[in-house]
């Protein structure tokens, strides 16, 4: 599978720090966004740890399919998912004792999503409310689930779309590294086409454009390369208030 790929970082309009952090290792095929949490430069310093320690794992297991996990292994979904949720995991734990060592780090945790490329094929895992869409055939297709109080309100209908966007517990998700011994590392196995447009994003993006503005951007630039593309993306999002830092990654399968 041939792609080609683009990831941009803005620390918005209302922020003075950039605490996302996003990794794009094209050997490995991965591409990640990690949004922290946290303040006083806290946040940035759980990003970091997150995207250095997933990078970290993948290279070193990328050779060893005999890889011993020390944990049980998920028969229903691929290796690379597997090894995904591993990185991840450990991650967690890194942040996790980071927070006991350092007193300035207390409280801080950060989101992630990531995508790992294999033939034709891509596997996902997140954790958090940073998210990844597919867009086919000018279609937006969410692929994540939010890990937030509004989104498990909006999924057991105690909250309508409308409501949910505004409402005031939207930014308190309920997963996160950094915040616990367990978390919730959701996988997902994506088969790829020909055109089809990958987007990683941290929240930034999304919490100021509909799903429907998003991909009305995208459909307008679908021409355009992937650079500018991206620009147009963060551009828009801080046209309408740019209230978070915002990160976008794109990956297009040619």
Known sequence: ??????????????????????????????????DGMGGHAAGEVASRIAVEEIERILLMTR??????????FDKDVSLVANKLRYAITLANEKIRLTTMERVECRGMGTTVVAAMMLDDSCSIAHVGDSRA???????????TSDHSWVNEQLKQGFLTAENARNHPFRNVITQALGSGTEIQVDLMELPLKKDDLLLLCSDGLNSMLTDHEILSVIVEGERLPLDILTGNLIEAANFKGGDDNITVSLVRIL
């Open 1 to 34: 599978m041939h792609y080609e790929s683009f990831v941009a970082t803005d620390v918005g309009m209302k922020r003075k720090a950039n605490e996302d952090n996003f990794c794009t290792n094209q050997e490995l095929g991965l591409f990640l966004v990690a």
């Open 63 to 72: 050779e060893d399919d005999d890889w011993t996990w020390p944990e049980s």
């Open 133 to 143: 869409y597919l867009i086919r055939e000018n279609k937006l297709l969410p692929i």
